[in-house]
Structures are given as structure tokens and as C-alpha cells.
């Protein structure tokens, strides 16, 4: 937390972006699911996944798991914002309508609640015309270590 | 549930098999991700996949959507083992442990409760070694339909 | 949900209230539990209830078993507003922070879901300053019948 | 952990049983709800509660509450058996069938994970002809303290 003497202090906005972005970098898993994080701030994300043949039954529903996946990375996006490495612990979550081949999801990350080392963030997943499709809940646990140095040139 | 009169009612070991076969038929999705079902019964499912590339992080670590789908997956072929078309209502997940690239995941299902329209359903993910990985506990409500004609020739 | 001939059919907001009165009148437990209606409408509840020294241990902490039955009894005033007799299925709670002897807990659901016969229901848990002391989820599931006639002379 | 001089070290079981015994005695809440300890082991406890007429709502029907505070208080002991103070971070409950008046109900826990300062535990809620009433799975958090000295004279 300490600020160098060459650096500037990052922003807590500034630090959420550098903190995504140098997640995004590593999280082949979410690039492969085509996700993308719309924004990132103290707290909040916003990632988005368009559903494809791969994630659907012969009847054309999405599988629960890649619903669960966006929110699960939301959800990641959100509790790292701080720069400061943050798992998940557990999670859950309710489904409320089916995603359908060709769907936009929008998931959209909000911390209720981070003291010591643990945290709560809501998650809903939206269709592209609002309809929400799954309400996510994570509890989060910090480890060790920081996703970029807290300074600037 | 009535007997035709042309055809002998299955057992339901048999039924659990047909109904489980008819579903990973269509699921393209759990086929997609490598998933096999080892074995299933009436209430109870056992099926593994292995961790590949596209499903870690940069640091080897499994995505916790990849994990979650396996233990979907597995809690859909133990709800919908007695031929009755059920859905996953909601779910939650606790993360033990991590798993890695080329870790062979093991999930196994067993139905703690089943009344009237809703069940729950325990899935614990196992790694190779025997490992918890993670511990799943789902609640399944049934909707309209059957997955396989319930007399056979 | 049909008007009888002398009766006039109630608007949500009546309905919810009645529905709120016939349940309260029941409940010894709540009222046991010094809990008070501050507020009812259709899908959703404020309830509160003082914590008593019979609810702590000997540190003056109140047990996690009666904030769930605050925020539990609120649910049930929220899911029973549109007077259809409504059943807790499942529920999850956050523990955020202590509450202790005196303290007066607020507790205030909003309905995130309803359709067919289940419902998704968030309850806040706040202490007297505001401070959440508590996040509960709760699935609810519609059984036969209604609390109150729904038409008034 | 450290023996000292002038003690021997208590074994687990010994150790679970002194941490219940300290617990107990400082919980008002649960002595209040007539709550009583049958055993405890290292990671395990078992406890039963009599339903009583202000458990109940008008239909005679227990609470969720009172089938929550029993659970978690069987988890409280669990997870306090090592003597390491540790507090509920979250829980969820499905409430498989109602308790009624009179009910005599048997809550058990047992530890599936516990590393770090988490824990994970299982707690099953049955009434007194073994019918399961309840299933609770509790986060545990561990804090600082202990809860009586680890060696005896």
C-alpha cells in the first residue's frame, strides 16, 4: 500500500482496471468462453457472453454451468477490483428462465459486503432485453499477494 | 406410470440407464466438455471429466465454472434418473481445493430428499486421488414430461 | 381469484395487508419473539424485533438462530402477500456483523422472483444505525390455498 | 498448542469436551431454547431440542427459526471442538418436512473440510423417529482465542 517515491498512488479506479486487465490477460478460460469485461470499478463488474452451440442441449437451453461461469467470473472481476488477490470460497445461485442459443448475457457484480478477509457480492445475469436469467451470490476469501504494483511512472 | 399391454415396465436400475442415456444424447454440452458418465442409478450419478487447456487460467488453475458444470451435469443425470423431466432450481458450491490441467474430476450425486415437485441433491468433486475438490447441493423441481417411453418390447 | 356477486374483489395492497394480519394472528412464534409488522406490500415485508436478553450468550451476542427467524419471518410475510399460502423451501444467510443485547433489527425483504409456484426473496438484516448486520435468499414454494377471502362485503 | 511444564496435553476428544462445556455455559440462547448437548467428538457434535408451544405458529407447525438456531447451534459446537474460537460465516437450510409441537429433534454434524481459517459442515436436523426434518450446511470462520487452556494439571 505503500506509495514509492518514484510512483504515483494509482486511483482505486485506475487500480480496478490495471487489476482486470492483468486477470483478463491470464484467464484463458473466460477468453475462451468469448466473455468480455464491459467495466470494472471498486467493487463492481460488468463481463458479457453470447451463448453458443457448444454451451446448449439438443433442445437449444444453455447448460447451467456456463451461466454459472459468467456470473463466477463477474463475480472474480468484482472481488480482485482491490488488488488484492481474492477466490472464491463458495457460492450460489437460483435460476430463474432459461438462455437460449444466440442469447447476450450481461452479468453485472455488486459488493454488499467486505471486511477482514472475506467478502459478499450479488451477481445478476441478464438477458440482452433485461429478462434475468440467474441470481448469483459468492463469498469471497483473500490469500496472499497483489495482481499489479500500486504504483505508477 | 401404467403398464402398456404390449410392453414389460422397466426397473427402475433400467430406467435410471434409458433416461440417462436419452439425456447425454442430446446434451451437447457436457459432451463438449469431455464429461462421461461413469455410472447411474435411481438418485445417484457418478461422472468425470478432465481438466484441459481452455478450461484454466495462466496459472494452471480450473476456471470454477468447469467445476460447477461437472457437478450440474452430474446432479441432471441423478434428478432426472427416475424418468421424470427435472430442472435445477438452484445451487451451491464450495471450493475446497483447487484443481490443475490434466486433474481427472470426479463427481458423484446422491438424492438426500425427493417430495411433491422438488429434490436435493448432494455432489461432491473428487480429484483422482480422492481429493475434495469442491461440495455441491442442489435443488431440482420437476416439470412436465418423461425422458424415455417407460415400457419396453 | 374470482369476484363473488356481493363482494368487491381487493386491490394488492388490501390483499397483502390482510394476508399479513391473518398470518401474525397465527404466529405465536414471531410474536413470541417480540417481532412487529412495521409494513407489508404485495412481494414485500419490514419487520422488526429487539434482541432480548434470552437471544444472546454470555458475551452479549445475539445468536445467529433468531436473526435467521427475524429475516425467516419476514420472508414468510413477503411470499404470502399476494394470499396464496406460500412454504420457506430453502434459505441461505450472511452472518456481516454482531448484534447484541438492545440492539433493535430491521428487517426488509423485496421479492427478486415469481413465477409457477416458486419465488426468490432478499432479505437485509440492518441494525438500529443501518449498519447490516445480516443478507438471507429465500426460495419459497406456493401449496394449496389462501390466508383470506379474497373479496370484502 | 505448546504443552507446558506443568500439564499434559488434552487429547482431542478431551478438548472437544472441555470447548463444549466452556460454550455451553455462556450460551443462554441455547440453554434458553432447552437446547441440550448429547455428545461431542472432534469435528462432530449432536444435539436435541423439544419443539415448544413458542415454537409454534397457530397450526402447530415449528418455526424455521427454531429449526435453524437448533442447527446452527449443533455447528457452533462442531466447529469450536478444536478449541480455535470460530464463528458462523454463513449457512444455508432446506427444510425437507414441518417439525410439530412436541417434536423431539436430533441435530447432527459432522466436518467435511477444514483448512486454513475455513470450514465447511454438514448438519442434519431429524425428528425422534429418524424422518429428516432439516439439512444445513454452515461456513465457518475461524477468529482469534481459544476457548479453555489445552493443558490440565
Given at each position: 500500500m505503500s506509495q514509492s517515491d518514484t510512483g504515483r498512488a494509482m486511483d482505486p479506479q485506475a487500480l480496478a482496471e490495471?487489476?482486470?486487465?492483468?486477470m483478463y490477460k491470464e484467464d484463458k478460460a473466460s477468453q475462451g468462453l468469448g466473455m468480455v469485461?464491459?467495466?470494472?470499478?471498486?467493487?463492481?463488474?460488468?463481463?458479457?457472453?453470447?451463448?453458443?452451440?457448444?454451451?446448449?442441449?439438443g433442445h437449444g437451453t444453455?447448460?447451467?454451468?456456463?451461466?454459472?461461469?459468467?456470473?463466477?467470473s463477474c463475480f472474480a472481476f468484482a472481488c480482485n477490483s482491490h488488488n488484492r488477490v481474492t477466490v472464491a470460497q463458495s457460492a450460489s445461485?437460483?435460476?430463474?428462465?432459461?438462455?437460449?442459443?444466440?442469447?447476450?448475457?450481461i452479468a453485472s457484480?455488486?459488493?454488499?459486503a467486505l471486511?477482514?478477509?472475506?467478502?459478499?457480492?450479488?451477481?445478476?445475469?441478464?438477458?440482452?432485453?433485461?429478462?434475468?436469467?440467474?441470481?448469483?451470490r459468492g463469498n469471497s476469501?483473500?490469500?496472499?499477494?497483489?495482481?499489479?504494483?500500486?504504483?505508477?511512472?
Open positions: 490495471a487489476s482486470a486487465a492483468a469485461v464491459d467495466s470494472v470499478a471498486p467493487g463492481a463488474a460488468t463481463l458479457r457472453m453470447t451463448v453458443r452451440a457448444d454451451m446448449v442441449n444453455c447448460h447451467g454451468g456456463f451461466i454459472f461461469a459468467l456470473a463466477d445461485i437460483d435460476f430463474l428462465a432459461p438462455a437460449r442459443l444466440g442469447d447476450a448475457l457484480a455488486t459488493e454488499l471486511g477482514g478477509r472475506t467478502g459478499v457480492y450479488d451477481i445478476v445475469v441478464r438477458r440482452q432485453d433485461g429478462l434475468r436469467i440467474a441470481l448469483f476469501y483473500r490469500v496472499q499477494g497483489s495482481l499489479v504494483p500500486e504504483t505508477e511512472l
